[in-house]
């Protein structure tokens, strides 16, 4: 298992304003609730989706969606 | 440069036994000076206690590190977390920068009264904890903080603390601080803010207080009882703190018992009394109990039958769904109804959210809508579902506790009140919801709006 | 510098990337507007509205870019580079060429702390953002004082035509966002209602 940096997403709830631009953006991990606000998906982002998590953390209007860098531990 | 006060006198041989001597009895411990009638003045304090004990309890020469005491003490938080100090304190210490001190007397639970009780009648304890919680992490201020509208006992502890600096007990004066009287103004964070000079609202973790805090310092909050605890184990040891309570909570803590019971008050017990003993210490039900509330507003509701044998601490009530939060235990007799108390409780709580995030500001008012179905109007079948669809959706979305202390409490009334919830989803309201309340709910005049 | 361009081909250019450059500043403005006020069909998402506007806003600089280029080169009115960014500065028409600059001094500013907005954090971007306000009537009356085609008519067609748009924006997103205000929604009908034939008659269209 090679040492792959892994992110999270995680979201500031006092910033975000419920604009769901980022579930326009990564509608495979983040859904809205009926209020329109984020619902994360539990884990980290599949290596795949890693630059559209990105992409979504700068679309953000307020900046709510934060990354979080991972390294998961050496085995 | 060391940060420890260290009083010197003239050399002596070192003492035959430890300076201070800790009570006989094993309660009570922080409520063994209390008078009913007025406070404990400095002189009666420090006749009975012994002045601060900067060198320890031990009386050595080489004093030890209180934050070692504390650790092994297993004093943990006493304000509804019950986060281990010694390791706050430590990861204080070995902060960026000076660090700060902030006593937490705010109590916004309204079922609460032990604060209170430790700040009108034994402030003194509550003073020396936090000037030695101060020297012990090397702050450089200290806050006790209180409600704002508290207007007589903020004069009373200013003259307290004015006295004790001028007499140079503190190495550093304590600052009275008013803080607005909102529920959710008295949580960590939101005193942090508040002494930055910002509203008192809770903030986003990271940064967590205690790394960057009051004004970007390190910042230990602890509750004011945790300090007054802290007080005693300086003089006592850890050793004597341990030898009461559980392996796992040691030590005492103050409950405050109300609700359906003979005698409701504050009471110091033996971390690891069941809560049945509990009860019958306040004297007793007054009427046959049908449910206690354990932990406050931020606790859970369980059977008189499960809760009875259930030793009051954290781990164990934790394990059996409700929490030890501030200590609160309140007696529910069967002429009540749950619900109905949930309702009122679980409204109040959603009047009393930051306003800051989506999922608490949107959902803490659906859910009070929905028990109010379900406790006074009906849920023509369908509230209790409505309730936990909309459960999951809350918790653990604010930048906050304030919406997972609310969704726990309604989880355990659907748990513990399940007939009655089903009942009253197909017939509408029973006749408990009649009675008078029992759980404390601010009135509109003694609310506040303001957050500075 | 001492390249003497002369010759119409380059006041051409001048004009032309002028205009172009407050075409796009209109849209994007427009669509700053319609990005603060959440529009979004089943059709068009937001990400879209904001990907347009942060990239249109783009190319402004680009043609402003040009913009600046061919009027420094054109040795007709010897207007130094300098004078784009310090305001009130060169000879030629000092006030409104100084207006160019103060607009364009804005739209950096508004560019590079949106640029660095992640390392800026949210509040300090938006308090630089507000200017975006500032910064494109500025750029009207920029063109309007510094243009030389004042007189054209498809000039002020398009002139007009902007500071419509631009108005209808706001004036979408003041109701949008204060809803519950009647005085707003009343107060901008008289508005229209007294500035369209006010505007229409200045502009020599008469009735």
Same mark, same amino acid.
């Not at chain 3, 004082?145 to 924006?169: K, L, N, S």
């Given at each position: ?7 999270? +997403?995680?979201?500031? =709830? ?5 604009? &769901? ?9 983040? #859904? @809205? ?6 619902? +994360?998906?539990?884990? =980290? ?5 890693? &630059? ?9 209007? #307020? @900046? ?12 | ?452 | ?207």
């Amino acid at each position: 298992m090679g040492l792959e940096m892994s992110i999270t +997403l995680r979201i500031n =709830p006092i910033m975000c304003d419920g604009h &769901g631009m980022c579930a326009e953006l990564l509608p495979e991990i983040i #859904t @809205l609730d009926q209020w329109g606000y984020p619902l +994360l998906a539990a884990g =980290p982002v599949p290596r795949p989706l890693t &630059g559209l998590a990105r992409r979504a953390a700068q679309a953000c209007p #307020t @900046l709510a969606l934060l990354i979080e860098e991972t390294r998961p531990k050496h085995r | 440069m060391s940060t420890e006060l260290v009083r010197r006198g003239p050399a002596a041989p070192p003492p035959a036994i430890p300076p201070y001597r800790p009570p006989q009895a094993r309660l009570p411990r922080l409520l063994a000076g209390l008078s009913y009638y007025r406070s404990v003045g400095l002189r009666e304090h420090e006749h009975r206690y012994g002045p601060i004990p900067w060198r320890g309890h031990s009386g050595r020469e080489r004093p030890e590190r209180l934050i070692d005491v504390v650790d092994r003490s297993g004093l943990t938080g006493r304000g509804g977390a019950g986060f281990p100090t010694g390791r706050k304190m430590r990861a204080v210490a070995s902060g960026r920068g000076p660090a700060v001190v902030v006593a937490n007397g705010a109590e916004g639970e309204p079922a609460s009264g032990k604060d209170r009780l430790l700040l009108t009648r034994l402030p003194h304890l509550v003073m020396d904890g936090i000037s030695l919680a101060a020297d012990a992490v090397g702050a450089q201020e200290a806050y006790l903080c209180v409600h704002q509208r508290e207007t007589e006992l903020l004069a009373s502890l200013a003259d307290a603390a004015d006295a004790r600096y001028r007499a140079g007990i503190d190495p550093g004066p304590i600052k009275i601080v008013g803080i607005p009287g909102r529920y959710v103004s008295s949580e960590q964070s939101a005193i942090v803010a508040f002494l930055g000079g910002g509203p008192a609202k809770p903030t986003f973790a990271p940064p967590r207080p205690h790394e960057r805090g009051v004004r970007g310092r390190p910042t230990l909050e602890n509750n004011v009882e945790t300090l007054a605890h802290l007080a005693l184990i300086a003089r006592y040891g850890d050793g004597w703190f341990r030898s009461i309570g559980l392996p796992s909570a040691t030590g005492s803590a103050l409950v405050t018992v109300g609700g359906g019971v003979a005698r409701p008050g504050v009471y110091e017990i033996e971390l690891g009394t069941s809560i049945g003993q509990v009860i019958m210490l306040a004297g007793g039900p007054t009427e046959r109990p049908q449910a206690l509330l354990v932990g406050g507003y931020f606790g859970g509701w369980l059977t008189a039958e499960e809760a009875w044998e259930i030793p009051m601490s954290q781990p164990t009530l934790r394990a059996a769904g409700a929490a030890m939060g501030a200590g609160m235990v309140l007696a529910l007799p069967v002429t009540s109804c749950g619900l109905a108390e949930t309702a009122r409780v679980v409204r109040y709580l959603a009047e009393e959210t930051a306003g800051q995030c989506g999922p608490c500001v949107m959902g803490l008012p659906a859910l009070a809508d929905a028990l109010a179905d379900l406790a006074f109007h009906g849920g023509r079948g369908r509230a209790t579902g409505q309730i936990q669809r909309l459960l999951p959706v809350i918790e653990g979305r604010g930048a906050c506790r304030h919406p997972d202390g609310a969704t726990q409490l309604v989880r355990s009334a659907l748990r513990t009140f399940s007939a009655e919830a089903q009942w009253h989803d197909q017939h509408g309201a029973c006749y408990g919801v009649a009675r008078d309340p029992l759980l404390p709910v601010p009135g509109d005049e003694e609310r506040e709006w303001g957050w500075r | 510098m001492t390249v003497t361009l002369s010759g119409p081909g380059l006041w051409y250019a001048t004009r032309a990337t002028g205009l172009v450059a407050l075409l796009l500043l209109t849209l994007g403005v427009l669509l700053g507007v319609l990005t603060a006020g959440r529009f979004a069909t089943p059709r068009w998402p937001r990400f879209l509205t904001a990907g347009l506007h942060r990239n249109v806003s783009l190319l402004v600089l680009v043609f402003l870019a040009l913009h600046i280029g061919t009027t420094v080169l054109d040795s007709y009115t010897s207007i130094q580079l300098s004078a784009a960014f310090i305001p009130f500065i060169s000879s030629y028409k000092r006030g409104w060429v100084g207006l160019g600059a103060v607009a364009f001094d804005l739209l950096i500013a508004l560019v590079v702390t949106s640029l660095t907005r992640s390392r800026l954090g949210h509040r300090a971007w938006r308090f630089v953002h507000w200017s975006g306000y500032a910064c494109w009537p500025v750029a009207v009356l920029h063109g309007v004082g510094a243009g030389t085609d004042e007189h054209a008519a498809w000039a002020i067609d398009m002139t007009i035509g902007c500071v419509a748009a631009a108005a209808a924006a706001v004036a979408w997103r003041l109701v949008q966002r204060w809803p519950e205000r009647r005085v707003l929604r009343v107060s901008m009908v008289m508005l229209a209602a007294v500035g369209v034939p006010t505007v229409l008659s200045v502009s020599g269209y008469g009735w």
